[in-house]
C-alpha cells in the first residue's frame, strides 16, 4: 500500500530509524508526571522545543492534538494514539484500554500514523485485540500506518515470568504485534542487547521501538540506552518523561537524535 509506505517516512529517516516525542501522559498517568518542570504541561511549549531539537515525530491523544491546536512542522511526523487508560483506578482495574476516538478523528486532525496499545498477557487482552484490529483495519483501508503498543500486563505474566519485562514475554508481544497487522512496534527494554536483538528478530522486520519508560537520573545512562536498542537492531525510540522531565530538553534531544542516526557513541554524543 503506498499511502501507508509513505506516511512511514514521515518518522523515518533514509536510516530507518526514528526518535518521536511521547506525550500521553497527561491522560495516562496524569499531570503529577510533569511537576518536575510543569511549564511543559503545555503542549504549546514542549512540542515547540521538541521540534525545535530536530525530532522525527509526536505521539499524542487527539483532544491533546486539537486542544494545542497542534501544527507541527510539515517534516514531523503525527502519531494519533486512540486508546488509553487512566491512573486513577486501582492497578488492577487498569488492565484495558479504551478506545477514546476513531481512525477519522485522527485523519481530520492531520495523523500520519494511527497508535493504539494492546496489553498482551492481561484479562482483558481478547477486547483489547479486537479494537486493534478494528483501528488497524479502517486506517490500512486509508492508507495509514498503525503502530501497536505491544505490552505484555497482567498477573499471570508476573506469576510465569516473574516480570513484564523478560523477553520472552516482550518477544512474544512483538511478535503478536505483527501477526496482528502493525507496521511498527513500541515495546519494553528487555535488559541487554541480546534479548531485545530477539525482540527484533521475532518482529520479522516490521520496525521496533523502545519505550523509553521513567527519566533516568544521568541523562547519559539514558543515552546508553537508546545505543544498545540501535546496536540490537531496534529502529529508534517513543520518549516522553526523558525528554519532558529534563529542564533543558533540547540538547538532550540533539544528543539522542545523534545516538540514532549517527550511531554516535553516547559519552561523545552528550558532550557534543
Ligand atoms: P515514556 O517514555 O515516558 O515511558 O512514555 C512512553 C509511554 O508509553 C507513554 O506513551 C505512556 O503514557 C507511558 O509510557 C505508559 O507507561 P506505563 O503504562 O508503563 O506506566
Given amino acids: 500500500n503506498v499511502g501507508i509506505k509513505r506516511r512511514m517516512k514521515r518518522f523515518f529517516r533514509r536510516d530507518g530509524r526514528a ?3 511521547a506525550m ?13 518542570h510543569w511549564e511543559h504541561v503545555n503542549p504549546r511549549i514542549i512540542i515547540k522545543k521538541v521540534v525545535r531539537a530536530g525530532i522525527d515525530g509526536v505521539m499524542m491523544l487527539p483532544g491533546l492534538a486539537r486542544a494545542a491546536g497542534i501544527d507541527v512542522k510539515p517534516n514531523v511526523g503525527l502519531m494519533i494514539k486512540l486508546t488509553s487508560k487512566t491512573n486513577l483506578r486501582p492497578k488492577d482495574d487498569q488492565l484495558l484500554q479504551s478506545q477514546l476516538g476513531y481512525v477519522e478523528d485522527a485523519v481530520k486532525l492531520g495523523a500520519d500514523a494511527i ?8 484479562p482483558q487482552e481478547d477486547a ?4 486493534f484490529a478494528e483501528i ?10 498503525v503502530v501497536q503498543f505491544a505490552y505484555p500486563r497482567g498477573p ?19 511478535r503478536a504485534a505483527v501477526e496482528s497487522g502493525a507496521d511498527m512496534i513500541k515495546t519494553y527494554w528487555t535488559g541487554s542487547r541480546e534479548t531485545f536483538a530477539k525482540v527484533v528478530d521475532a518482529a520479522a522486520g516490521v520496525p ?3 519505550s523509553g519508560g521513567a527519566k533516568t537520573d544521568n541523562p547519559v545512562d539514558f543515552l546508553k540506552l537508546v545505543w544498545d536498542v540501535i546496536e540490537a537492531g531496534g529502529a529508534g525510540a517513543v520518549v516522553g518523561r526523558n525528554i519532558f522531565q529534563r529542564e ?10 545523534r545516538v540514532v542516526h549517527r550511531n554516535e557513541d553516547p559519552e561523545e554524543a552528550a558532550k557534543a
Wanted: aromatic share 18%.
Fill in 128 to 131: 483489547m485485540m479486537r479494537q
Fill in 208 to 210: 521496533v521501538l523502545l
Fill in 248 to 257: 533543558d530538553p533540547e540538547p538532550f534531544i540533539k544528543a539522542l537524535l
Fill in 24 to 36: 500521553d501522559h497527561g491522560f495516562e498517568h496524569g499531570p503529577t508526571d510533569f511537576e518536575e
Fill in 115 to 122: 497508535a493504539a496499545t494492546v496489553y498482551w498477557g492481561s
Fill in 19 to 21: 526518535l518521536i516525542f
Fill in 156 to 174: 499471570y505474566i508476573n506469576e510465569k515470568y516473574g516480570r513484564k519485562e523478560d523477553y520472552r514475554v516482550v518477544m512474544y508481544g512483538a
Fill in 136 to 145: 488497524a483495519s479502517y486506517a490500512h483501508d486509508l492508507g495509514f500506518p
